[in-house]
């Protein structure tokens, strides 16, 4: 009874978007996406040990793997992006935010997506308060110079754009 009437009635539509025209894959394979997210780990370690969250933030937000084809290299950056936000002071987190470009903003609150994603799942090693806390700093919910930086544009620009990290 499952069968009964599945058919994808967009196949027949000349104008239905397909998810390759939406977003197009990373041209990249899978094997040198991973051997670029591993390659970033050095850099960002090195960062963190000098304590330069800024530095360590756009280092493993520059360029990061997305599509299907490229869940290793993904996994690395999201468990290198939360060991940074899990290693931050509440009071660097400010500082840090100032020196991202728009762009690395955006990336980094889909990463926020997606460990809260992995958190509600039962990932371990992730920390969803601290999430929530940096997710409130990217938003700015209070009337500062932050919500000037990101603001709610960030949110619909993160939900928008369908090149998932």
């Known amino acids: 009874m499952s069968d009964f009437r599945h058919l994808n009635v967009d196949q027949y ?6 998810p390759l025209e939406l ?7 899978a094997q040198e ?11 960002v370690r090195t960062r963190l040990a000098s304590h330069d969250i800024a530095g360590a933030l756009t280092e493993a937000l520059n360029d990061p793997p997305t599509g299907d084809h490229a869940m290793e290299a993904r996994r690395a950056t999201l468990s290198l992006v939360l060991d940074i936000l899990n290693s931050t002071r ?23 997506y997606r460990g809260l994603e ?5 990932h371990s090693g992730v920390n969803c308060a601290v999430l929530l806390s940096w ?6 919910r209070k009337l500062t110079q932050l919500t000037q ?15 998932v990290v």
Not at 23 to 29: F, I, K, N, Q, T
């Open 13 to 18: 539509d000349e104008e239905a978007l397909h």
């Open 23 to 29: 977003a197009p894959p990373d041209p990249r394979s």
């Open 33 to 43: 996406l991973l051997q670029l997210a591993q390659a970033k780990q050095a850099g």
């Open 90 to 112: 509440t009071a660097d987190i400010a500082p840090a935010l100032k020196a991202l470009r728009m762009e690395e903003r955006d990336t980094l609150m889909k990463y926020l």
């Open 118 to 122: 992995a958190g509600r799942t039962g």
């Open 135 to 140: 997710h409130e700093k990217v938003r700015g």
């Open 149 to 163: 930086l990101a603001g709610t544009g960030c949110i619909v620009r993160v939900m928008t754009d369908r090149r």
